[in-house]
């Protein structure tokens, strides 16, 4: 029988209520990948010790800074590895990963402005998955 393909996906897809705001962004096929055990959830940003809820924060000249002007970057590229560990402890080769995010995002992110405006991009995670030669698919 083909070996089924494991992923990571996150964790606000999921329906786990990590944003920087408190909120999710439940997808129920997500959900289902999850619950069929073919899905394992990760939040990059907490995983880097960052907190729930937290300032919001975009990616300017590379690094990574909240909306009050601090520097997470260290964070962001900490909760990035440990999310990687994940995927290689788990064995997944692909990520559904939250669009747009500085974290997340993949081909799209906003632009550092805090102004709902989009750049193209890498999110600090995809950056790292992508080295790593995990497939990426962007959910809305
Ligand atoms: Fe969702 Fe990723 Fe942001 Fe965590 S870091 S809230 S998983 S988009």
Do not use: W
């Amino acid at each position: 029988m083909e070996k089924e393909t494991k992923y990571i996906v996150s964790a606000c897809l999921a329906g786990l209520e990590c944003r920087y705001d408190c909120q999710s962004k439940e997808r129920q096929f997500v959900v289902e990948l999850v619950q069929k055990g073919l899905a394992t959830p990760v939040c990059p940003e907490q995983l880097g010790g960052l907190s729930t809820p937290r300032d919001p924060a975009e990616i300017v000249n590379g690094k990574v800074l909240s909306i009050k002007g601090k520097d997470v970057t260290f964070e962001y590229e900490k909760g990035a590895s440990e999310a990687l560990k994940i995927a290689k402890l788990t064995g997944a080769t692909k990520a559904l990963l939250k669009s747009k995010s500085p974290m997340c995002g993949h081909g799209e992110i906003y632009d550092g402005t805090y102004s709902g405006q989009t750049i193209k991009g890498e999110g600090v995670l995809s950056t790292l998955l992508l080295k790593n030669n995990i497939e990426i698919e962007s959910v809305e």
